[in-house]
Nanobody, 123 residues
Framework: QVQLVESGGGLVQAGGSLRLSCAASGRTFSSYTMGWFRQAPGREREFVAAISWTSGRTYYADSVKGRFTISRDNAKNTVYLQMNSLKPEDTAVYYC????????????????WGHGTQVTVSS
């Protein structure tokens, strides 16, 4: 059974940092692209960042470029999202997802999803 379990969310002041983790299990993800998406109340789910598990190539939304960093630990089967210089507009539920193929920024290309972790940034 495939599982993606996010952790690391919480409440932080603007300008602060958080690191999200996504622990993957249930299959081999070496051929997958791992992505982070977020969804704020009343808004559509949006792409944040992605990383190719094989090559390590990374992709970022313009809104987080230079502030967020996605990385992976192959030995732990875990993907991370380091979020620095957080802004109130970063407040959302953050989801981890895995895609076997397709453009990394397209949510419908992802095959597996976690349940999400809440990130709240206060001003």
């Amino acid at each position: 059974q495939v599982q993606l379990v996010e952790s690391g969310g919480g409440l932080v002041q603007a300008g602060g940092s958080l690191r999200l983790s996504c622990a993957a299990s249930g299959r081999t993800f070496s051929s997958y692209t791992m992505g982070w998406f977020r969804q704020a109340p009343g808004r559509e789910r949006e792409f944040v960042a992605a990383i190719s598990w094989t090559s390590g190539r990374t992709y970022y939304a313009d809104s987080v470029k230079g502030r967020f960093t996605i990385s992976r630990d192959n030995a732990k089967n875990t993907v991370y999202l380091q979020m620095n210089s957080l802004k109130p507009e970063d407040t959302a539920v953050y989801y981890c997802a895995a895609a076997l193929r397709g453009p990394p920024a397209i949510a419908t290309m992802y095959n597996y999803w976690g349940h999400g972790t809440q990130v709240t940034v206060s001003s």
